[in-house]
């Protein structure tokens, strides 16, 4: 079971916007649209901010969208703020045996 | 609104059992129709799905760990607990309990505990 691929580190600066890309296979982002997304700052839980590819939980700012192509989900941030500076990570569902795999995280940094 | 906090030793011994418990509030686990689950961050290899449980004690598991992992509940005490045998300085580790909050099996966390740092060492 690997880890699904993200750059590790990507940045932009304020009022930009910024893609993270998570590269998976046909055995899970291909072929499930389960793929979800989370928000870490230092010393904190991880905070979810896209559930099934595209959907954005209660209170999460519209900034926020995800997209799948593929075996490749993205997370895209708009309007860059400083508060958006954090560690990024995507999961994606692999079916009943393996069931989740997370990607190995991406930290961006807000110039 | 679901809140859960971990407990349990913050070091062990290498070889021995590693044991968390998670305790929920602002819901019941027995009458939740969904997953309740553990995830564990390491500085080197990032956030790892450890295993989930459903309310009737339904199980699974990473398959990396199933070997040692034992995810068990107590809907009396509305918690619910790991235990990773044989534990070595790669398990060293932060170790979250999360669930989705919704009847959707383990295609995301949307609810977290706040992590609880283990250390293993002599």
């Known amino acids: 079971q690997s880890a699904l691929t993200q750059p590790a580190s990507v940045s932009g600066s304020p009022g930009q916007s910024i893609t993270i890309s998570c590269t998976g296979t046909?055995?899970?982002?291909?072929?499930?649209?389960?793929v979800s997304w989370y928000q870490q700052h230092p010393d904190r839980a991880p905070n979810l901010i896209i559930y099934?590819?595209?959907n954005r939980p209660s209170g999460i700012s519209t900034r926020f969208s995800g997209s799948k192509s593929g075996n490749t989900a993205s997370l895209t941030i708009s309007g860059l703020q400083a508060e958006d500076e954090a560690d990024y990570y995507c999961?994606?569902?692999?079916?009943?045996?393996?069931?989740?795999?997370f990607g190995g995280g991406t930290k961006l940094t807000v110039l | 609104q679901l809140q859960l906090q971990e407990s349990g030793p913050g070091l062990v011994k290498p070889s021995e059992t590693l044991s968390l418990t998670c305790s929920v509030s602002?819901?019941?686990?027995?009458?939740?129709?969904?997953?309740w689950g553990w995830i564990r961050q390491t500085p080197g290899k990032g956030l790892e799905w450890i295993g989930s449980?459903?309310?009737?004690?339904?199980?699974y598991y990473n398959p990396s760990l199933k070997s040692r992992v034992t995810i068990s509940v107590d809907t009396s005490k509305n918690q619910f607990s790991l235990k990773l045998s044989s534990v070595t300085a790669v398990d060293t580790a932060v170790y979250y309990c999360?669930?989705?909050?919704?009847?959707?099996?383990?295609?995301?966390?949307?609810?977290w505990g706040q992590g609880s740092l283990v250390t293993v060492s002599s």
């Open positions: 999360a669930t989705p909050g919704a009847a959707v099996g383990t295609r995301y966390f949307q609810y």
């Open positions: 602002g819901g019941f686990i027995s009458g939740a129709n969904y997953y």
């Open positions: 449980i459903y309310y009737n004690g339904y199980s």
């Open positions: 046909s055995s899970d982002i291909g072929t499930y649209n389960y």
């Open positions: 099934d590819v595209t």
């Open positions: 999961l994606s569902y692999t079916g009943s045996t393996t069931h989740v795999v």
